[in-house]
Every structure is written in C-alpha cells, then in structure tokens.
C-alpha cells in the first residue's frame, strides 16, 4: 500500500487550518484554561515508571467484555478535556472523522481506523483521570522534546530530576524503533494492544502514534526511529489532517451511518473485545 504524496486531501482543503490546535486563542479563554491545566497534570504525573505500571495493568485484559457498540455509546458520555476545538460528543467526532475519510475515498480498513481510533478512551470507563488517557503522547525514559506542547510544565515530572533519563536517548538504544519505546499512557498505546490482531500495520501505526505529534508533526524524535517507522510515518500524517481537520460544531446523524459502520466493524473486528 502506497501513501498519498500529499495528505492534505479533497474534502479538507478548504479548512482554515490556523484555526485548530491553536493553544493561545485568547478568544476562548475559558477552553484554553482547561487545556493548560490538563497538560499541567499529564506532563507533572505521566512518568517512566507510572507508565509501565498502566501497560502492567491495562494490558492483561483482565476487566470486562464488552462490543464495540458498547464502547462507543459510552463514549457519547465523554468530553475530552484536551482538545481546544471540540467539545461534542466523541462518538460525534469519531463520525466526522470517518465520513471525511470516506467521501475521500480512502480504503475501506483506514475509514474503520477512523470510526474506532479514540475508542481507548473507554479508560475513563474504568476510573482512569483524563490526564492518563488523552491529549498528546510523548516518549518516557528520554530528553522531552520542546516541540511538545506545553513542554514548560516539565520541570514539574519527577523524572526531570533524575539525569538518566533525560539524555537524548535515555533508557533506549539508538534507533531502537518506536515499539520498544514507552510513550506517555493513554488511549492511543491502550487501543493498539486491544486491536493489534484484526487490523493492518498502517492502521495500527494511526491508532498508536495519532497523537505523537512532535513526531509526525515536527519531526522530532528520529533518533529513536527505525525503517518501519520511517515507512509507516507518512500514513501517520495521512490519517491526522482527518482527525483534525474534519472536527465541527454540527452535529453529524449517526442512525444514517450506522448500518455501513455495522458492516465494516463485522468485516474487521470480532463480536466482542476483552478490555
Ligand atoms: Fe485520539
Ligand atoms: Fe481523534
């Protein structure tokens, strides 16, 4: 499968693109406040060790059975406290996300990564505060990158203070590729573990790493890299425009949509999952 040389695609070309992830609109003062203070928390607790003990946890699939359906009418319950550029319903956003791709067309597996791929934050389900499920990921156990976004709050994580761990490389080996590297826990690590038997390796490249985004967005982070994820980047940068860009107030009918999503989760995904 071959990547579009330009991810920019049809359907979002006509989006000012200024207008998101703009993290200092003081027109939404209110918004901003609550994004800031949710990066004061996730960038002062998300340590090394905090996310290794949640992958101990998380990843044994102990907790409950449950459909996908049932996952994402729970997600009708979640405002992500993250994101300045929403702040509907994510099944709503999850809809936007996938019918941009579709009127697109983007193959049918990239159109179901879209509908599922905030999925993982049924962790708020099972207790979990927001500052360890979602906003922007970054890696553990190495020198934070000032690309990240509200990166000043830094100083603030106890492993700032333990200098092996901020050296460029840190706890990893040059180009030891990304799979070996503990990025902040949320719902982007949680959700590839769930579905990494039922979908293809680009797919689980979007779901994984859509929220790295001093990686695929400012390029940071290569030197933990290896050719894999070199060649899987650039889907990287195909799916984000989608997640971004096609965010919007409107309120999108998910009773017109759901029969095609029904069929696509049935070709893909078995009847149930063990979260
Ligand atoms: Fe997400
Ligand atoms: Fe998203």
Redesign the pocket.
Known sequence: MNAQTSSETQALNSVNKTAYRNYAAPQVSETFDRVREFYKLNHTHQTHEFVKAKKADYLSFSRQKMTPWAALDYLNTLV?DS?PDIALP?ID??VQ?AEAMRRDGQPDWMVLTGFV??LGKVLCLFGEPQWAVVGDTFPTGCAYSPKIVYSEFFPLNPDSQQPELQTQHGVYAPHCGLNAVHMSWGHDEYLYHLLREHLPLEALYMIRY??FYSWHRQGDYDHLCNAQDRAMLPWVQRFNPY??YSKNPERPKLADVKPYYEDLMAKYLPATLQF
């Open positions: 992500d994101d994510q956003h999850l996300t791929h905030d859509h929220s997640d971004l």
